[in-house]
Nanobody, 124 residues
Framework: QKQLTESGGGSVQAGGSLRLSCKVS????????MGWFRQVPGKEREGVAF???????DYEDFVQGRFTISREITENTLYLQMNALKPGDTAIYSC??????????????????WGQGTQVTVSS
């Protein structure tokens, strides 16, 4: 069964850091494009960062060098290191994966597998 399980969310003050983890089951973390979306209640979901099968990385503009996406193949896990967090980063963050597609997309409909989401809250 293909499954994504996130962890690592929580509450921090502005300027703090969090590392989100996405444990992959049923396929390999490097077998397809994976990434992170986030959503604030009442607002549209937006992409955050993506890594292709070949390791090509894309960040959305608002990241501005603060976040780093990575993967650990031996642990079959995708990570999102978030530094210099701002109150505007408060959202539910979801790990996503395409269905055996090497390249990534900004469109959420391109992603077949979704984690349950983890809450990130940044206070000022």
């Amino acid at each position: 069964q293909k499954q994504l399980t996130e962890s690592g969310g929580g509450s921090v003050q502005a300027g703090g850091s969090l590392r989100l983890s996405c444990k992959v089951s049923g396929f390999s973390v490097d077998s397809t494009c994976m990434g992170w979306f986030r959503q604030v209640p009442g607002k549209e979901r937006e992409g955050v960062a993506f890594m292709s099968k070949l390791g090509i990385i894309d960040y959305e503009d608002f990241v501005q060098g603060r976040f780093t996406i990575s993967r650990e193949i031996t642990e079959n896990t995708l990570y999102l290191q978030m530094n210099a967090l701002k109150p505007g980063d408060t959202a539910i963050y979801s790990c996503v994966a395409r269905d055996h597609r090497a390249g990534c997309s900004i469109q959420e409909t391109a992603y077949t597998y979704w984690g349950q989401g983890t809450q990130v809250t940044v206070s000022s």
